[in-house]
T-cell receptor, first 109, second 117 residues
């Protein structure tokens, strides 16, 4: 079983749609959780950290369920510029982060 | 304020050769991590350097080695290259305090695209 599992997609959605990505992780001792965004052939960039209480940044909402070892990302009012690969990332400790394979999102006009 | 810089941006090698990739961390950062990203996959942790020592290592063979210099810059060396080593190699820097905490932000460089023929 992979340490971090994501649906690779692609998710093809029209502008304005709401889309949700899910991710599961296997190590219950994981301490930190993030969503990164990666554009084609570019480096990953931190989108947001994820907390048990849930957190929101504009159109983006992230949620963590420690009991189910499940992380989610919700994007509301999708824009063309949201087209990218979204990487679910889990940290066991400060020393290394485990990345999922990423979920590809394509927003069309 | 320069971010993480990597060199070269692209590199072509043949099987059996050796390669050295370089990384300069973001100003003020003291820790460098290296990741390998194959096409269609997420980045895979290779190792991390802090205070010029390898702090932790992922599941990569000994052909992958590294070094950190006093100015915090780092090198990744790969010996006896295989076709499967073709990937985007990403360097990420962070600032680690004495206690850690799991919330250090990683800043990635734009990577070195290595092609092994």
């Amino acid at each position: 079983r992979k340490e971090v599992e994501q649906d690779p997609g692609p998710f093809n959605v029209p502008e304005g749609a709401t889309v949700a990505f899910n991710c599961t992780y296997s190590n219950s001792a994981s301490q930190s959780f993030f969503w990164y965004r990666q554009d084609c052939r570019k480096e990953p960039k931190l989108l947001m950290s994820v907390y048990s209480s849930g957190n929101e940044d504009g159109r983006f909402t992230a949620q963590l369920n420690r009991a189910s070892q499940y992380i989610s990302l919700l994007i509301r009012d999708s824009k063309l510029s949201d087209s990218a690969t979204y990487l679910c990332v889990v940290g066991l400790n400060t020393d290394k982060l485990i990345f999922g394979t990423g979920t590809r999102l394509q927003v069309f006009p | 304020d320069a971010g993480v810089t990597q060199s070269p941006t692209h590199l072509i090698k043949t099987r059996g050769q050796q390669v050295t990739l370089r990384c300069s961390p973001k100003s003020g950062h003291d820790t460098v991590s290296w990741y390998q990203q194959a096409l269609g996959q997420g980045p895979q942790f290779i190792f991390q350097y802090y205070e010029e020592e390898e702090r932790q290592r992922g599941n990569f063979p000994d052909r992958f080695s590294g070094h950190q210099f006093p100015n915090y810059s780092s090198e990744l060396n790969v010996n006896a290259l295989l076709l499967g080593d073709s990937a985007l190699y990403l360097c990420a820097s962070s600032l680690v305090g004495t206690g850690g905490g799991g919330n250090e932000k990683l800043f990635f460089g734009s990577g070195t695209q290595l092609s092994v023929l």
